[in-house]
């Protein structure tokens, strides 16, 4: 027909390999670019023939998320290593769309195929980079702490402050950890970077003795980047170190709730403490600890903090702008 034979010559035009399937994904159409790009013979790739073309750790995958598209209906995308016509793999990108009769019904499913192996290879290669530059920055933060210990030797006067100074540098290299640049296999020994997953990873250290947490983090999660990781980290190391010291956890049946939720533009975290010693008089001065994790809230993540000494206990409320814990992500135009 005229239509087909139109579509034909813009499908032969466009950059990308074009390809189409029947309903039931059965494919009788690619485009020269197709054939260029491959080298195989007309036709040959019909049916299921278009399946030897993908390098073999991605059949199984690529068959995987086709299968979930034909019966569902949703979109088709995926990325995989397509034989290019000089015997090599090339990191390709398919999608494909379902078009639908006035029924509703599937009645072809049209996609493309883009290379894009150059890119593919340039990410790779950043992320040897940064994976390097990560571990550089992890052994330096293994010598600063190594300093600390050794110089405090000399000092004995200074050995308590030394301690501290060890505990929140190594809360900033869990910090560290957690953002940083992971392959597939690190991640799953890391876990999402969510705000929750990184918190619960920080208050591992106060669990009590059967390993359970006593710091019980309720409400919405946030997703959670580098820019905000080395803030959160001081501020909530400062208060599960004063809490385990003076607050709740300093008793055998002490707890911590820190609720956070979402409101409208804020991200509202509320740290509350219950079954501690009972406050007998409160602070007359504020401390290092306590003027670093309002400066951490206050000067780095744009927020407000404040304190309220209730009688079973302090509560703490972080009131931050919703954009503050992951800002690449809200500059991308995303929200959390």
């Given amino acids: 027909s005229e239509s087909e034979s139109r579509f034909r010559v813009l499908a032969d035009a466009m ?13 009788d159409y690619y485009n020269a670019r197709w054939y260029e790009f491959t080298g195989v013979p007309l036709g040959s790739t019909d049916g299921e023939g278009w399946n030897d073309m993908f390098h073999a750790d991605d059949r199984e995958r690529a068959w995987a998320v086709w299968r979930n598209s034909l019966e569902t209906g949703e979109p088709y995308e995926i990325e995989y290593r397509l034989k290019h016509h000089s015997g090599v793999y090339r990191w390709t990108l398919g999608r494909a769309v379902a078009i639908r009769d006035e029924a509703g019904e599937i009645t072809r499913w049209f996609g493309t195929l883009t290379d894009i192996d150059e890119l593919k290879r340039l990410e790779q290669g950043r992320e040897l980079v940064s994976q390097e530059l990560s571990h550089r920055i992890k052994n330096i933060f293994a010598v600063v702490t190594a300093l600390i210990a050794l110089s ?45 997953s990184f918190l619960s990873d920080l208050f591992k ?26 803030s959160v980290a001081l501020l909530f190391h400062e208060l599960a170190t004063n809490a385990a010291k003076y607050g709740a956890l300093s008793e055998r049946g002490g707890v911590v709730t820190l609720d956070t939720e979402r409101q409208e533009d804020r991200f509202v975290l509320t740290w509350s403490e219950t079954g501690g010693p009972v406050i007998q008089s409160l602070p007359q001065r504020t401390g290092f600890g306590s003027s670093l994790a309002s400066l951490s809230v206050e000067g780095q993540l744009g927020g407000r903090l404040s304190r309220e000494w209730r009688p079973d206990g302090l ?22």
Avoid: C
Avoid at 177 to 190: A, D, G, M, N, W
Avoid at 212 to 226: K, N, S, T
Avoid at 315 to 336: E, F, H, K
């Fill in 315 to 336: 509560q703490v409320i972080v009131d931050l702008p919703a954009t503050a814990l992951s800002r690449r992500r809200a500059a991308g135009g995303y929200t959390n």
């Fill in 152 to 196: 405090a030797r000399q000092y004995p006067e200074a050995k308590a402050f030394a301690a501290s100074l060890r505990t929140r540098i190594a809360a900033l290299a869990r910090a560290h950890e957690f953002v940083r640049p992971h392959t597939e296999t690190s991640k799953t020994t890391i876990g999402a970077t969510t705000l929750h």
């Fill in 15 to 27: 950059p990308q390999m074009v390809w189409s399937t029947l309903p039931d994904g059965f494919h």
């Fill in 205 to 230: 250290a106060y669990a009590d003795e059967t390993g359970g947490a006593r710091v019980v983090i309720r409400g919405e999660d946030a997703v959670f980047d580098d820019q905000a990781a080395t």
